[in-house]
C-alpha cells in the first residue's frame, strides 16, 4: 500500500530539513502527501540552551517557505501547519489529527551531556508514536540544494508596488488641499488687515488682557498648525 500521507517536522536546522527532503524523495515515489509542521515552543529557551544551540546556524529561519517552495519545484503535494506547545506531543498529536502513515524526523546527533540537557524529541516521538517513525541522522540526506534555494528565497527582490493614477483621487485631494489654502489664506490677510494701520484702533484693544492684533497673529499661527496636521493625516503622514 506504500505511504499515502506522511508528517515531518521542522524547525529550519539541517537534520529536519534533511528529513524533509526524504520525505519529498518518498512522497515522489509513493504519489503522497507530506503535511510539513513547525512547532514553536511556548517556553523561551534559557541562556545556556541558546548558548548551545548557536553553535549550529540554521539552513533557513522561515522552514515552512522553504518547504513549500522546495516541494513546489518537486512537484509533491504538501500541507503546512504551524502550531505551539511541546515539540514531542504537537508532532504525536499532528500525526493522529493528520492520519499519517509516517512520521520523518531528524536527529541532531547530540551526546553525552546535550543529550541528556535537552532530551531527544525523536526519542519521545518514537516511544509514544502509535505508527511507523523513520528517524533521518544528520549529515545522511545531502540539502545542498535546499541551502542554495534559502539563499535565493532570502535575495528574491520585493515586488515593487506602482501608484495607480486615480482622477477622482486626484480631484478630491486638489479640493481638499484648495479649500485648507483658502481658510489660511483668509486667516493670513485677517491678520494683516486688523494690525494694518487704519485698524490700528481695533487691534489696539485688548481682550483677556492681550490686545486684539496680538490675538489675530496668535490665532494665525494655531490655526496653521491645526490644518497642516489636519492635511498629514489625511495624506497618512501622522497618526
Not at 503535511?35 to 553553535?55: R, S
Not at 514531542?88 to 553525552?112: C, F, H, M, P
Request: proline share 5%.
Amino acid at each position: 500500500m506504500g505511504f499515502k500521507k506522511m508528517l515531518v517536522a521542522v524547525d529550519g536546522y539541517e537534520p529536519s530539513m534533511g528529513a524533509f527532503k526524504k520525505a519529498i524523495e518518498l512522497a515522489k515515489d509513493y504519489q503522497s502527501q507530506v503535511v510539513v509542521l513547525q512547532v514553536e515552543e511556548e517556553v523561551p529557551l534559557l541562556p545556556t540552551e541558546k548558548m548551545m544551540e548557536a553553535v549550529e546556524k540554521p539552513i533557513t529561519e522561515e522552514p515552512l517557505e522553504l518547504a513549500k517552495a522546495y516541494a513546489d519545484l518537486m512537484g509533491v503535494s504538501v500541507k503546512i501547519v504551524k502550531k505551539v506547545g511541546p515539540v514531542a506531543g504537537a508532532i504525536l498529536a499532528t500525526a493522529k489529527e493528520e492520519n499519517v502513515d509516517l512520521i520523518l524526523l531528524g536527529d541532531s546527533g547530540r551526546k553525552g551531556f546535550q543529550k541528556l540537557y535537552f532530551g531527544s524529541v525523536a526519542q519521545a516521538v518514537t516511544e509514544n508514536a502509535d505508527r511507523p517513525v523513520l528517524v533521518i541522522k544528520k549529515g545522511w540526506v545531502d540539502v545542498s540544494d535546499l541551502v542554495e534555494l534559502a539563499a535565493r528565497i532570502v535575495e528574491k527582490p520585493e515586488a515593487i508596488e506602482i501608484p495607480v493614477y486615480d482622477p477622482r483621487a486626484v480631484r478630491e485631494n486638489f479640493i481638499f488641499s484648495g479649500t485648507l489654502f483658502f481658510v489660511l489664506t483668509c486667516l493670513y490677510f485677517f491678520a494683516a488687515i486688523i494690525t494694518s494701520k487704519p485698524f490700528k484702533d481695533i487691534a489696539a484693544l485688548e481682550i483677556v488682557g492681550l490686545p486684539f492684533g496680538i490675538w489675530s497673529g496668535l490665532i494665525l499661527v494655531v490655526s496653521g498648525i491645526i490644518l497642516t496636521r489636519i492635511y498629514l493625516t489625511r495624506q497618512g503622514g501622522v497618526s
